[in-house]
């Protein structure tokens, strides 16, 4: 099979889109990958390995493995830190993109971090894991408040080598593609909405702050004053199987991320104690049953979801639950809460199906691979958690088997 004179568009480079452009590339297809963040590897980069004495399955390698060998693939080309901006044609598609130049100078920064802790908005400074294909400290215009309103400019302010500039320059751009691999993923749920004071209290963070708490730090940290915490609140579910927020879904992941988060913590702060707020534990994996045995050993695990979150003047803070088992309202207090937070559709699958012609099924994702409610318009395909909530090692064979009719489409067209 030729392949040497196609080319193809991916959009998003998460662990879905570098699987597919890694895999499209051994096909000998010319890969275009569009990521619209200065960073490659999306969610799953930013995750932990959570081994203690053994590997835990948690996947978070696979994608620094997608990575690097995406990068390496001289048949991959990256544009990262671009939005396509339309898509016209039917095939070849004509696509029109938009490069924003990186916000932080990388021969300036030095990586001292005080952009870090200036910035008000967690995640929207990010520290990359790939410096050889991008800035290594990366600003995200879609959370920096400088971009919403112009209102926060503190880290271009505190930095001692003047090297982020927030008025950097955008530059536009065209390609053809003869087909399309859509690989743009999910959000996270924002839980500021939730009565349990995320945004407003330092000590309550979601599942994604964890991560990156815990890879700056190694062990959990109060974000209120530094002090590593020993009591910690793992609360399941936020933003997921809740009909009022119209996200019925389960986030299928959440339950086996955070129990081996959990036993992460307890692996490196052997007094933590931990409680585990959740509806019902998904389990996965032939081998969840015997890891999960023994997570419950050490672990509190409540079968309650908490009503309220507040905050003492020490800045611990007090979950208040019903108890099923005594019927009665009940108040625990911890240093940190962890709120597991679900994977809801990402932001702008609505103006992709647009750009596409395509539409987004009833939950807001996009329709999965040979969707017959849905069919894709001829030559588009897509994968990964763009379709709908899935761990690493489902993205990666949702896309793997995407991939495989794509060549069959290349190859017949
Ligand atoms: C807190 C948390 C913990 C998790 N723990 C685990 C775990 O332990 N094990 C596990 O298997 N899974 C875990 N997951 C799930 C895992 O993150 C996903 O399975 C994985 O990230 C899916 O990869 P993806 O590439 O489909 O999506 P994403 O990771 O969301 O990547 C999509 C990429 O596309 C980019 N993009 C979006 N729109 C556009 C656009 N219009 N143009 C260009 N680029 C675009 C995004 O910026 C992003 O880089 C966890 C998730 C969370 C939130």
């Known amino acids: ?88 044609g039917r095939p070849p598609y ?77 530059q536009a751009g065209t390609m053809q593609a003869d087909a399309i691999f859509l690989a743009t993923g999910f959000s996270p749920y924002n839980p500021s909405d939730k009565p349990y004071g995320y945004g407003q209290f330092p000590n309550v963070i979601t599942s994604l702050d964890a991560e990156r708490l815990m890879r700056e730090h190694a062990v959990m940290k109060r974000p209120s004053d530094g002090g590593t915490a020993g009591r ?11 009909a009022q927020l119209g996200h019925p879904w389960c986030s299928k992941i959440c339950c086996g991320s955070s129990l081996r988060m959990a036993r992460l913590i307890q692996s490196r702060q052997k007094d933590a104690q931990i409680t585990f707020f959740y509806i019902d534990v998904q389990t996965f994996g032939n081998d969840f049953q015997s890891f ?21 003047g020490t800045d611990e803070l007090e979950v208040v639950y019903f108890d099923p088992e005594s019927s009665a309202s009940r108040e625990l207090v911890f240093d940190i809460v962890v709120l597991s937070v679900g994977l809801i559709p990402a932001g702008d699958n609505g103006r992709m199906a647009r750009i596409l012609d395509w539409t987004a099924d009833e939950s807001g994702f996009m329709p999965p691979h040979g969707s017959s409610r849905q069919p894709a318009p001829a030559g588009i395909f897509s994968g990964g958690a763009a379709t709908g909530p899935m761990s690493i090692a489902e993205s990666v064979s949702s896309v793997e088997k995407a991939v495989f009719d794509m060549v069959r489409y290349l190859t017949a067209s």
Not at 104 to 109: E, I, K, L, Y
Not at 112 to 117: D, K, S
């Open 94 to 170: 004509q696509i029109a993109y938009r490069t924003h130049s990186p916000l932080v100078n990388a021969d300036q920064c030095d990586g001292c971090g005080i952009c870090f802790q200036k910035c008000p908005v967690p995640g929207a400074i990010m520290q990359g894991r790939a410096p050889r294909v991008g800035p290594y400290v990366a600003i995200r215009r879609d959370l920096c408040r400088y971009f919403d309103n112009a209102a926060c400019s503190l880290c271009r302010d505190a930095c001692p080598q003047g090297a982020i500039s927030l008025s950097a320059r955008a």
């Open 1 to 88: 099979m030729n392949l040497d004179h196609t080319h193809v568009a991916v959009i998003g480079a998460g662990v879905a889109g570098l699987t597919a452009a890694d895999a499209l590339a051994g096909w000998g297809v010319r890969v275009s990958l569009f990521e619209k963040t200065p960073f490659l590897g999306g969610h799953a980069i930013q995750l932990n390995c959570k081994a203690t004495e053994t590997c835990v399955k948690c996947g978070a390698c696979v994608a620094e493995d997608k990575l690097r060998r995406t990068t390496r693939h001289p048949n991959v080309e990256i544009h990262a830190g671009t939005q396509i901006e339309a898509i016209s």
């Open 292 to 312: 999960y045995r023994s997570a419950r050993e050490d672990i509190k695990m409540i079968r309650a979801i908490p009503g309220d979150i507040l905050r003492t």
């Open 232 to 242: 910690i609140a793992f609360v399941q579910c936020v933003g997921s199987r809740d």
